[in-house]
């Protein structure tokens, strides 16, 4: 059995309702739908999560919220009425009237209550449209599914307890269609995934019916080799494995979020990437091994909005705990650091710029020159990672000296090289504005 | 005024001394000389550091003395007999043969007395020597010096304030000798300076009178770009800034231990390295800055006997003080690290074998899999770190390219790549068996 998740956009009207319909129909594995809110239907248009935001605002500020109510209604009703349902359509309308009349007043239960009722919503439309079209369904409510979570709200994390009663799901003999977004607290509160939303429903589902596949059905065709808006007729990826996939996400693939694949990596459920609008193409896998091993390198990565620090003294290296008294100072400042090469007697602290205000990074190397009574401290802004990344490199030697040489021959500067033991993937540290280039001349060196 | 320090092949015997003394008689500056103990004469000898070492055991051990005793005495009489010198040589027999008078029982206090009498006596019979040739010298002892010491046998610190005292020696008229190797606590107590032995006293004296010139004359002509028993007429450096020479001698350069150079390099005191037997040879300068910055590559360093413990993690990045945990275990287990190049997911430590027994590793292992919950943990032993040295890759684009280029060409496998942002230096991490090679084709790359 598969479990099928359907993004915003693929549910965003009755014309793409039809396709995930079809799509559900072409493969009885496809028992378990879990299903985003209705997203845009055009560039200009509204996701209804975002509606359901200011639905939340506006009561949060003793506001009239009738107009925001009608318009969320709405596109409930467009959708219920071009395909002849009923059923569902009165109770969505309650639920979205009741939001109003809800008990809670902190701002982030408000929020989750909510923002979730754009997926619990759908799901109950949804389902009603697969049992009118011969495909017998079933919403189950995530508090029904056994979503169980740790009260975090915003920011839920799946207690590990909720597999076992997600996995009673396996015996229904109706499709599923489960809301994403949110599970239940043991009060039986909503609390919504902090990131990669119904992404993470869907891999929950996955791993705790232990199905044969995770798909997740969204709005391309599949992963690209590097990001297709700067190589023209870039290369699809047709398999990957989880560690590429988050090497290459890192860095600013932003198909799926990495968070959300954790359930699935754990269980050791494979996961496709495929698109709702032309479901016939392969898409990209997503496991623990892939078969294609003869191709070294996979993808090419590049993100923006690093800053780095460089810390220099004579014999640093020497000085035992060095590195330990660094990371004590970034921990006091509440800094994460992405990376920190380190030369004989330097270290480079490489980390997102946006943690740091000017005030703060000012604070932060008086304290540095503090305790470390460095020798030299600079900082430098404005810096890109780019990664290149692929499990073949790990038995391939050469990969680093063309990496190097294409970069070099486009006169790109490398601040940092970076390759540990795992040889999944070599990072550079470039200017900023030398990124697209580089991205560019590395696609040029390793797939053309 | 220079500071002069010879080591103990320049002081083995009368041949040696009478090449000294025209060296300090050819320049009028050389007016600070420290002295080492006599050296071995040839391949079979014994240094006399060695015969005073065993001496402190049969001492410690409540043994005969005779025999030893004798053979130490021997070695300054006939120095002292074949240069006609008369004065010294019966405070020198003294002292050795009161060594075993000594209140001290404890055996660092033991071996540092003792160990230390070689450099002590030898300035003795020198300062006699320089004054019986028309240079009037004077031999000064440590105490009278003020090289002040914290009081840690066999690995002494010198104290701030001693520079001060070791400034008034500006006014002396006459050369000072000065014994290399110890200073004196403030209970006048001996304690010997951990590693780089005379050449910490040198480099300690420079600081201290404002010396424009460190001399440090040794057995070599000068530092070599790479290992000249690997490379067949290899190249002599001429000048290199502390930085490279720190780089150079973490990976494998031993002409001079990195830390003796401290007082120097904090009191910007240029120091030169020549050859006793070749003293018209230019020998290498080492400076904070230096002219010659064309050279892009000045040296390549092969140090062997390291160990990579892989570590990786789905999703480590973002866990929050991840690196501090593993430095927490590290520190715990009194290890220390060499480096730690971290991809997304996955951070490898480098650290020297020796630190690490059997049962040390497996312990490690456990505990850092019990604190991290790891995906995979893996050891890797016989590592070499390779590192290309130079100031002037800071501004020079194609390094990477050039030296990986070479690497794989000669078929060598990258365990790690680790360049940060000081660019004085590229670091490898090799399988210890391609060493060799990889330093050839690298030299090949640079230098040829």
Known sequence: MK????????????????????????????????VSAPGKRNKEDIKVTDLLIEYAEKFLASQDTSMIEATIIERYTEISEALNLSTALPEIRAYISNLKHTKHTTKPRVMDLFKSSGENCHAMLIAEFLSSQGSPAVYIHPKEAGILVEDMPGDALIKKEAYDTIRQLRHLDKIAVIPGFFGITDEGEICTFSRGGSDVTGSIIAAGVKASLYENFTDVDAIYAANPNLIPNCQAITELTFREMRELSYSGFSVLHDEALIPAFHANIPVVIKNTNNPEAPG?????????????????????????????????????????????????????????????????IILRKEQLTEELEAELIVKLQEELALDEIKVKHDISMIAIVGEGMRNSIGVASRATAALATHKINLEMINQGASEVSILFAIDENQEDEAVKALYQAFFN
């Open 3 to 34: 479990v099928t998740k359907f993004g915003g956009s693929s549910l965003a009207d009755a014309k793409q309702l039809k396709k995930v319909l079809s799509i559900i129909q072409a493969d009885p594995e496809r028992r378990f739908i879990i």
């Open 284 to 348: 990209t896998k997503i496991s623990s091994t892939r078969s294609h091993s003869n191709q070294t390198v996979i993808g090419i990565a590049g993100d923006s909005g690093f800053t780095s620090i460089y810390l220099s003294k004579y014999l640093m290296n020497r000085e035992l705990g060095f590195g330990f008294k660094i990371l004590k100072v970034l921990k006091q400042f509440n800094l994460q650091y992405d990376h920190m090469p380190s030369g004989i007697d330097d270290i480079t």
